[in-house]
Protein backbone atom coordinates (compact mmCIF):
# COMPACT_ATOMS: atom_id res chain seq x y z
CA UNK A 1 0.00 0.00 0.00
CA UNK A 2 0.94 3.47 -0.50
CA UNK A 3 1.79 5.97 2.44
CA UNK A 4 1.43 9.73 1.46
CA UNK A 5 4.41 11.84 1.00
CA UNK A 6 3.69 14.18 3.59
CA UNK A 7 1.84 12.11 6.34
CA UNK A 8 -0.04 13.92 8.79
CA UNK A 9 1.42 14.37 12.33
CA UNK A 10 -0.84 11.98 14.01
CA UNK A 11 -0.08 12.91 17.41
CA UNK A 12 -2.33 16.03 17.31
CA UNK A 13 -6.27 15.15 17.70
CA UNK A 14 -7.22 17.11 14.57
CA UNK A 15 -5.72 18.72 11.30
CA UNK A 16 -6.55 22.35 10.21
CA UNK A 17 -7.90 22.87 7.29
CA UNK A 18 -5.12 23.92 4.85
CA UNK A 19 -3.64 20.39 5.54
CA UNK A 20 -6.69 18.43 5.10
CA UNK A 21 -7.50 19.80 1.69
CA UNK A 22 -3.60 18.81 0.91
CA UNK A 23 -4.34 15.23 2.46
CA UNK A 24 -7.24 15.38 0.33
CA UNK A 25 -5.32 16.17 -2.63
CA UNK A 26 -2.47 13.56 -2.16
CA UNK A 27 -5.29 11.03 -1.62
CA UNK A 28 -6.76 11.89 -4.75
CA UNK A 29 -3.83 11.27 -6.49
CA UNK A 30 -3.16 7.93 -5.14
CA UNK A 31 -6.77 6.53 -5.76
CA UNK A 32 -7.45 8.41 -9.13
CA UNK A 33 -4.14 8.71 -10.68
CA UNK A 34 -1.92 6.01 -9.15
CA UNK A 35 -4.84 3.61 -9.19
CA UNK A 36 -2.76 2.11 -5.58
CA UNK A 37 -4.01 1.26 -2.24
CA UNK A 38 -4.45 3.76 1.02
CA UNK A 39 -2.75 2.40 3.97
CA UNK A 40 -4.02 2.31 7.63
CA UNK A 41 -1.69 5.25 8.04
CA UNK A 42 -3.20 7.06 4.93
CA UNK A 43 -6.92 6.27 6.46
CA UNK A 44 -5.94 7.14 10.42
CA UNK A 45 -4.74 10.85 8.70
CA UNK A 46 -8.34 11.20 7.14
CA UNK A 47 -10.36 10.36 9.94
CA UNK A 48 -8.32 13.45 12.18
CA UNK A 49 -9.79 15.64 9.40
CA UNK A 50 -11.82 18.53 10.74
CA UNK A 51 -15.69 18.79 9.82
CA UNK A 52 -14.61 22.40 7.43
CA UNK A 53 -13.20 19.63 4.98
CA UNK A 54 -16.28 17.57 5.17
CA UNK A 55 -17.50 18.35 1.84
CA UNK A 56 -13.91 18.02 -0.53
CA UNK A 57 -13.85 14.44 1.44
CA UNK A 58 -17.34 13.36 0.39
CA UNK A 59 -16.69 15.00 -3.18
CA UNK A 60 -13.58 12.71 -3.57
CA UNK A 61 -15.41 9.52 -2.43
CA UNK A 62 -18.02 9.91 -4.94
CA UNK A 63 -15.36 10.68 -7.40
CA UNK A 64 -13.68 7.36 -6.22
CA UNK A 65 -16.70 5.57 -6.96
CA UNK A 66 -17.98 7.12 -10.17
CA UNK A 67 -14.15 6.02 -10.94
CA UNK A 68 -14.28 2.88 -9.70
CA UNK A 69 -17.47 1.79 -10.34
CA UNK A 70 -19.86 3.51 -12.32
CA UNK A 71 -22.70 5.02 -12.08
CA UNK A 72 -24.91 1.93 -11.35
CA UNK A 73 -26.87 1.25 -8.05
CA UNK A 74 -27.70 -2.61 -6.97
CA UNK A 75 -30.69 -3.13 -4.79
CA UNK A 76 -31.34 -5.51 -2.29
CA UNK A 77 -33.98 -7.48 -0.44
CA UNK A 78 -32.75 -9.25 3.07
CA UNK A 79 -35.54 -11.51 4.40
CA UNK A 80 -35.30 -13.20 8.45
CA UNK A 81 -35.93 -17.01 7.67
CA UNK A 82 -35.00 -18.28 10.80
CA UNK A 83 -35.95 -15.33 13.37
CA UNK A 84 -34.83 -15.08 17.44
CA UNK A 85 -33.59 -17.84 19.44
CA UNK A 86 -29.87 -17.17 18.35
CA UNK A 87 -27.35 -18.57 20.86
CA UNK A 88 -24.46 -16.09 20.76
CA UNK A 89 -24.48 -12.86 22.66
CA UNK A 90 -23.85 -10.57 19.99
CA UNK A 91 -24.48 -6.74 22.17
CA UNK A 92 -26.26 -5.41 19.47
CA UNK A 93 -28.49 -7.82 18.20
CA UNK A 94 -32.20 -8.31 19.74
CA UNK A 95 -32.56 -11.93 18.35
CA UNK A 96 -29.99 -13.34 20.99
CA UNK A 97 -31.55 -15.96 23.42
CA UNK A 98 -29.39 -14.16 26.01
CA UNK A 99 -30.83 -10.56 25.74
CA UNK A 100 -34.21 -9.21 26.88
CA UNK A 101 -35.59 -8.72 24.15
CA UNK A 102 -39.26 -8.90 22.43
CA UNK A 103 -38.14 -10.56 19.39
CA UNK A 104 -38.67 -14.34 19.73
CA UNK A 105 -37.90 -17.54 18.26
CA UNK A 106 -39.60 -18.69 15.15
CA UNK A 107 -38.91 -21.75 12.61
CA UNK A 108 -37.84 -21.75 9.74
CA UNK A 109 -40.16 -20.02 6.91
CA UNK A 110 -41.46 -21.96 3.91
CA UNK A 111 -40.50 -21.59 0.36
CA UNK A 112 -43.38 -20.16 -0.16
CA UNK A 113 -42.76 -17.46 2.46
CA UNK A 114 -39.15 -17.02 1.05
CA UNK A 115 -40.69 -16.89 -2.73
CA UNK A 116 -42.98 -14.35 -1.71
CA UNK A 117 -40.58 -12.41 -0.34
CA UNK A 118 -38.25 -12.58 -3.35
CA UNK A 119 -40.96 -11.97 -5.72
CA UNK A 120 -41.81 -8.43 -3.98
CA UNK A 121 -37.78 -7.37 -3.95
CA UNK A 122 -37.97 -7.85 -7.70
CA UNK A 123 -40.66 -6.10 -8.54
CA UNK A 124 -38.74 -3.05 -7.13
CA UNK A 125 -36.17 -3.55 -9.44
CA UNK A 126 -34.19 -5.98 -7.20
CA UNK A 127 -31.24 -7.95 -8.62
CA UNK A 128 -30.06 -9.57 -4.88
CA UNK A 129 -32.00 -10.94 -2.59
CA UNK A 130 -30.54 -12.37 1.24
CA UNK A 131 -31.79 -15.07 2.93
CA UNK A 132 -30.76 -14.88 6.41
CA UNK A 133 -30.28 -17.14 9.35
CA UNK A 134 -29.97 -15.75 12.91
CA UNK A 135 -28.28 -19.06 14.08
CA UNK A 136 -24.39 -19.39 15.35
CA UNK A 137 -24.16 -21.86 12.25
CA UNK A 138 -25.71 -23.99 10.22
CA UNK A 139 -26.60 -27.72 11.11
CA UNK A 140 -27.61 -30.52 9.21
CA UNK A 141 -31.51 -29.65 8.96
CA UNK A 142 -29.96 -25.84 8.05
CA UNK A 143 -28.37 -27.04 5.35
CA UNK A 144 -30.75 -29.58 3.49
CA UNK A 145 -33.04 -26.95 3.80
CA UNK A 146 -30.51 -24.49 2.15
CA UNK A 147 -30.06 -26.51 -0.23
CA UNK A 148 -33.15 -27.14 -1.50
CA UNK A 149 -34.13 -23.50 -0.92
CA UNK A 150 -31.77 -21.36 -2.80
CA UNK A 151 -32.07 -23.35 -6.32
CA UNK A 152 -35.98 -22.71 -5.94
CA UNK A 153 -35.81 -19.16 -5.65
CA UNK A 154 -33.45 -18.74 -7.97
CA UNK A 155 -34.90 -20.53 -10.24
CA UNK A 156 -38.47 -18.75 -9.58
CA UNK A 157 -37.44 -15.26 -9.72
CA UNK A 158 -34.09 -15.24 -11.28
CA UNK A 159 -32.36 -13.62 -8.68
CA UNK A 160 -29.04 -13.71 -7.32
CA UNK A 161 -29.72 -15.73 -4.26
CA UNK A 162 -27.54 -14.67 -1.43
CA UNK A 163 -26.83 -16.41 2.40
CA UNK A 164 -26.33 -15.47 5.52
CA UNK A 165 -26.33 -18.33 8.42
CA UNK A 166 -23.06 -17.82 10.54
CA UNK A 167 -20.16 -19.00 10.68
CA UNK A 168 -19.27 -22.65 8.26
CA UNK A 169 -17.04 -25.72 8.25
CA UNK A 170 -14.86 -26.13 4.95
CA UNK A 171 -17.70 -28.52 3.58
CA UNK A 172 -20.34 -26.64 4.50
CA UNK A 173 -18.70 -23.57 2.53
CA UNK A 174 -18.91 -26.04 -0.36
CA UNK A 175 -22.29 -27.04 -0.22
CA UNK A 176 -23.67 -23.96 -0.30
CA UNK A 177 -21.71 -22.78 -3.27
CA UNK A 178 -22.71 -26.23 -5.35
CA UNK A 179 -26.22 -25.11 -4.66
CA UNK A 180 -25.75 -21.81 -6.32
CA UNK A 181 -25.50 -19.57 -3.44
CA UNK A 182 -24.19 -15.99 -5.23
CA UNK A 183 -23.02 -14.59 -2.31
CA UNK A 184 -22.39 -15.03 1.05
CA UNK A 185 -22.86 -12.68 4.22
CA UNK A 186 -20.57 -12.81 7.01
CA UNK A 187 -19.76 -9.35 8.70
CA UNK A 188 -16.51 -8.76 10.98
CA UNK A 189 -18.69 -5.99 12.06
CA UNK A 190 -15.66 -4.43 14.25
CA UNK A 191 -12.19 -4.48 14.71
CA UNK A 192 -10.70 -7.58 16.33
CA UNK A 193 -8.95 -5.59 18.85
CA UNK A 194 -12.63 -3.84 19.61
CA UNK A 195 -14.41 -7.75 18.91
CA UNK A 196 -14.49 -8.73 22.66
CA UNK A 197 -16.41 -5.69 23.50
CA UNK A 198 -19.22 -7.08 21.35
CA UNK A 199 -19.04 -10.57 21.32
CA UNK A 200 -18.16 -13.10 23.45
CA UNK A 201 -19.83 -16.79 22.48
CA UNK A 202 -17.30 -16.56 18.83
CA UNK A 203 -14.02 -15.01 18.38
CA UNK A 204 -13.30 -12.80 15.50
CA UNK A 205 -10.87 -15.28 14.17
CA UNK A 206 -14.05 -17.58 13.38
CA UNK A 207 -15.84 -15.06 11.28
CA UNK A 208 -12.48 -14.49 9.44
CA UNK A 209 -12.08 -17.97 8.81
CA UNK A 210 -15.62 -18.31 7.55
CA UNK A 211 -14.78 -15.20 5.15
CA UNK A 212 -11.64 -16.97 4.38
CA UNK A 213 -13.76 -19.82 3.65
CA UNK A 214 -16.69 -17.85 1.24
CA UNK A 215 -13.84 -17.12 -1.17
CA UNK A 216 -12.32 -20.35 -1.32
CA UNK A 217 -15.79 -22.22 -2.64
CA UNK A 218 -15.85 -19.31 -5.44
CA UNK A 219 -18.72 -17.62 -3.28
CA UNK A 220 -18.72 -13.46 -3.90
CA UNK A 221 -17.94 -12.71 -0.16
CA UNK A 222 -20.38 -9.79 1.46
CA UNK A 223 -18.48 -8.60 4.66
CA UNK A 224 -19.91 -5.64 6.69
CA UNK A 225 -18.98 -3.49 9.44
CA UNK A 226 -21.59 -1.84 12.39
CA UNK A 227 -20.90 1.78 13.23
CA UNK A 228 -21.17 3.24 16.42
CA UNK A 229 -20.89 0.58 18.81
CA UNK A 230 -18.71 2.60 21.26
CA UNK A 231 -15.38 1.72 18.94
CA UNK A 232 -12.45 4.28 18.48
CA UNK A 233 -11.91 5.63 15.19
CA UNK A 234 -8.44 3.79 14.98
CA UNK A 235 -10.43 0.72 15.39
CA UNK A 236 -12.87 2.13 12.66
CA UNK A 237 -9.59 2.24 10.47
CA UNK A 238 -8.77 -1.57 11.42
CA UNK A 239 -11.41 -3.17 10.53
CA UNK A 240 -11.18 -1.16 7.17
CA UNK A 241 -8.15 -2.48 7.16
CA UNK A 242 -9.12 -6.10 7.78
CA UNK A 243 -11.38 -5.69 4.89
CA UNK A 244 -8.64 -4.38 2.55
CA UNK A 245 -6.99 -8.10 3.43
CA UNK A 246 -10.12 -10.05 2.93
CA UNK A 247 -11.17 -7.79 -0.37
CA UNK A 248 -14.82 -8.97 -0.66
CA UNK A 249 -17.01 -7.98 -3.39
CA UNK A 250 -19.62 -6.07 -0.78
CA UNK A 251 -19.81 -4.36 2.10
CA UNK A 252 -22.78 -3.31 3.47
CA UNK A 253 -22.21 0.05 6.46
CA UNK A 254 -24.88 -0.33 9.34
CA UNK A 255 -25.15 1.94 11.64
CA UNK A 256 -26.17 1.18 14.97
CA UNK A 257 -29.90 1.33 15.81
CA UNK A 258 -30.39 0.32 19.75
CA UNK A 259 -32.13 -2.38 20.58
CA UNK A 260 -34.33 -2.42 23.65
CA UNK A 261 -33.22 -5.03 25.88
CA UNK A 262 -29.43 -5.47 24.84
CA UNK A 263 -26.27 -4.82 25.99
CA UNK A 264 -25.31 -1.85 23.45
CA UNK A 265 -29.55 -0.60 24.12
CA UNK A 266 -28.44 3.11 25.67
CA UNK A 267 -26.42 3.97 23.07
CA UNK A 268 -26.61 6.90 21.37
CA UNK A 269 -27.11 7.18 17.60
CA UNK A 270 -24.22 8.18 15.07
CA UNK A 271 -24.17 11.47 14.15
CA UNK A 272 -25.26 12.26 10.23
CA UNK A 273 -22.06 14.24 9.65
CA UNK A 274 -20.17 11.30 11.38
CA UNK A 275 -21.76 9.42 9.57
CA UNK A 276 -21.52 10.94 6.32
CA UNK A 277 -17.68 11.05 7.26
CA UNK A 278 -16.97 7.51 7.70
CA UNK A 279 -19.30 6.64 4.39
CA UNK A 280 -16.32 8.35 2.56
CA UNK A 281 -13.45 7.02 4.64
CA UNK A 282 -14.96 3.41 3.99
CA UNK A 283 -15.20 4.03 0.37
CA UNK A 284 -11.40 5.75 -0.01
CA UNK A 285 -10.45 2.27 1.86
CA UNK A 286 -12.38 0.24 -0.29
CA UNK A 287 -12.43 1.71 -3.85
CA UNK A 288 -14.04 -0.82 -6.14
CA UNK A 289 -16.63 -2.61 -3.49
CA UNK A 290 -19.90 -2.60 -3.96
CA UNK A 291 -20.42 -0.42 -0.33
CA UNK A 292 -24.28 -0.83 0.59
CA UNK A 293 -26.11 1.28 2.93
CA UNK A 294 -27.61 -0.90 5.74
CA UNK A 295 -29.46 -1.41 9.13
CA UNK A 296 -29.63 2.04 11.04
CA UNK A 297 -29.44 4.36 7.84
CA UNK A 298 -32.91 5.51 8.40
CA UNK A 299 -31.92 6.66 11.89
CA UNK A 300 -28.77 7.98 11.59
CA UNK A 301 -29.42 9.35 7.67
CA UNK A 302 -32.52 10.95 8.47
CA UNK A 303 -33.16 13.12 5.86
CA UNK A 304 -30.05 13.26 4.28
CA UNK A 305 -30.16 9.88 2.55
CA UNK A 306 -29.26 11.98 -0.53
CA UNK A 307 -26.09 12.99 0.67
CA UNK A 308 -24.87 8.97 1.41
CA UNK A 309 -25.92 8.29 -2.06
CA UNK A 310 -23.32 11.19 -2.86
CA UNK A 311 -20.35 10.07 -0.56
CA UNK A 312 -19.61 6.83 -1.73
CA UNK A 313 -22.52 4.50 -1.63
CA UNK A 314 -23.79 2.60 -4.28
CA UNK A 315 -25.96 -0.23 -3.64
CA UNK A 316 -29.08 -0.55 -1.02
CA UNK A 317 -31.06 -2.70 1.16
CA UNK A 318 -34.24 -1.74 0.80
CA UNK A 319 -37.57 -2.48 2.42
CA UNK A 320 -37.48 -3.73 6.02
CA UNK A 321 -34.32 -5.41 8.24
CA UNK A 322 -34.31 -8.45 10.20
CA UNK A 323 -36.30 -7.27 13.12
CA UNK A 324 -36.27 -3.36 12.66
CA UNK A 325 -38.72 -1.35 9.74
CA UNK A 326 -36.72 0.35 7.07
CA UNK A 327 -38.27 3.26 5.08
CA UNK A 328 -40.47 3.01 2.38
CA UNK A 329 -38.76 1.34 -0.57
CA UNK A 330 -40.88 4.03 -3.02
CA UNK A 331 -38.40 6.75 -1.66
CA UNK A 332 -35.49 4.81 -2.28
CA UNK A 333 -36.27 4.74 -6.04
CA UNK A 334 -37.78 8.10 -6.26
CA UNK A 335 -34.22 9.10 -4.86
CA UNK A 336 -32.45 6.99 -7.57
CA UNK A 337 -34.40 8.41 -10.21
CA UNK A 338 -33.89 11.83 -9.12
CA UNK A 339 -30.71 11.62 -8.91
CA UNK A 340 -30.37 9.63 -11.92
CA UNK A 341 -28.12 6.86 -11.06
CA UNK A 342 -29.74 3.31 -12.77
CA UNK A 343 -30.34 0.61 -10.91
CA UNK A 344 -28.92 -2.60 -11.91
CA UNK A 345 -26.42 -5.63 -10.78
CA UNK A 346 -22.64 -4.99 -9.73
CA UNK A 347 -22.08 -8.59 -10.38
CA UNK A 348 -18.68 -8.95 -11.46
CA UNK A 349 -17.23 -5.61 -10.02
CA UNK A 350 -14.56 -6.75 -7.95
Not at 133 to 162: H, R, W
Not at 174 to 188: K, S, V
Not at 202 to 210: A, I, K, P, V
Not at 247 to 254: A, G, I, M, R, S
Request: aromatic share 4%; glycine share 8%.
Amino acid sequence: MTNLTNPVNLSVTRINNKQGEELISQVKDILLVQKSNLSPGDLLSLSRLPNSNLNSLLDLAHQVRLNYCGETVEIEGILSAKTGGCTEDCHFCSQSARHESTVKATPLLTEDEVLKAALETKALGATEFCIVLAIKGPDEKVMNYLESTVPFIKNETGLDIAVSAGILTDSQAERLAACGTHRYNHNLETARSFFNNVVTTHSFDERYRTCSLVKKHGMQLCCGILYGMGESEDQRVEVLSQLQELEPTEVPLNFLNPRPGTPLGSNPIVETKEALKWIAISRLALPNVILRYAGGREITMRDFQEDGMLSGINALIVGNYLTTLGRDPNLDIKMLNDLKMPIGSLTGLI
